[in-house]
């Protein structure tokens, strides 16, 4: 009889035993169901016209932030090296298409691209439009004339014919801040350079990297004066499509702590990235120019 009663209590603590096992494999299964819901779903936040893919609208060619000719989309330079960095980050292929930077925001406002990417500058007015991920440049703007000219800062500008891109903060800058006679816009930054050389514009105001470019590369044009902004650069997304823009500020976040950008930097600007771009978000560094 004591015999049997302690194989029914072995029996029964074997059983209990068993049942906790289950019970604890069970709560493993959960956990690992509730990891796999949130990943999904942090995977879903992201939307983007086809999967997979972000579609990219840019302004082509803006040395040395996007280098390349409209009918080319293999680009390089400092914009589009970052950004494709993001992209392989987030493991999405890149397509790029050229279109006007006076259109730009709306369209991706529209949904015809997911992303802008071209050298815009974070701010109030575009805000309206698009939201903005975090800086990735902090820019300045030059004064870029004819060599010899007898304009040598803005304050010589009164009455002169002054070129610039559609749709820029320099174009705003020119028709405000300067008495200009004229401010002729042009749909590319290179092509009021262009103006400048064969003398159909009398100065030229347009971002420093993009003037120093001119310089080297193209000759027989200086810069006279270089304007600080705090202006700084942002990539233009939807403004209902927060998971996309936290998803890139994500992204971007990686590559300023692992120095790629600092690497870019030193290889496209000869410096490092100030603190404003180095750890600014949109949020700190808004401006309303």
Same mark, same amino acid.
């Given at each position: ?6 194989? =029914?209590?072995?029996?029964?603590? !074997? ?31 992201? +939307? ?7 579609? /990219? ?49 709306? #369209? ?48 010589? =500008?009164?009455?002169? /014919? ?7 903060? +320099? ?21 009021? /350079? ?8 009398? !100065? ?13 590369? +193209? ?65 700190? +560094?808004?401006?309303? #120019?």
């Amino acid at each position: 009889m004591r015999g049997t009663r302690l194989w =029914l209590v072995i029996a029964m603590i !074997a059983a209990l035993f068993a049942t906790a096992l289950v019970a604890g494999c069970g709560d493993d299964d959960d956990d690992d169901d509730a990891t796999t819901e949130t990943t999904d779903s942090a995977t879903a936040d992201i +939307q983007t016209i086809e999967e997979g893919v972000l579609s /990219i609208g840019t302004d082509a060619p803006y040395p040395p932030f996007i280098i390349g000719t409209p009918e080319d989309a293999d680009f390089t330079g400092y914009e589009i090296d970052l950004f494709n960095g993001v992209a392989e980050q987030l493991g999405y292929e890149v397509q790029y298409t050229n279109t006007g930077f006076n259109t730009i925001f709306r #369209d991706t406002a529209n949904g015809l691209f997911d992303t802008a990417v071209a050298s815009a500058t974070i701010d109030g007015e575009r805000e309206k439009v698009v939201d903005f991920t975090d800086p990735f440049y902090e820019a300045s703007n030059a004064l870029l004339v004819a060599e010899g000219s007898d304009i040598q800062s803005v304050d010589d =500008l009164s009455g002169a /014919i002054v070129g610039t891109q559609d749709g820029t903060t +320099q174009e705003k800058f020119a028709t405000n801040e300067t008495d200009a006679g004229e401010v002729r816009g042009f749909p590319q930054g290179p092509d009021a /350079i262009s103006a400048l050389v064969t003398g159909q514009v009398d !100065a030229v105001i347009i971002e420093q990297p993009v003037a120093a470019d001119a310089v080297e590369k +193209q000759g027989g044009v200086e810069i006279v004066e270089e304007l600080e902004t705090g202006e700084l650069f942002g990539w233009a997304v939807a403004p209902e499509n927060d998971g996309l823009r936290e998803a890139l500020n994500e992204a971007l976040a990686t590559l300023k702590e692992d120095g790629t950008m600092d690497g870019l930097y030193e290889e496209y600007f000869a410096t490092g990235p100030p603190p404003s771009v180095a750890a600014g978000s949109t949020n700190e +560094q808004l401006t309303d #120019d």
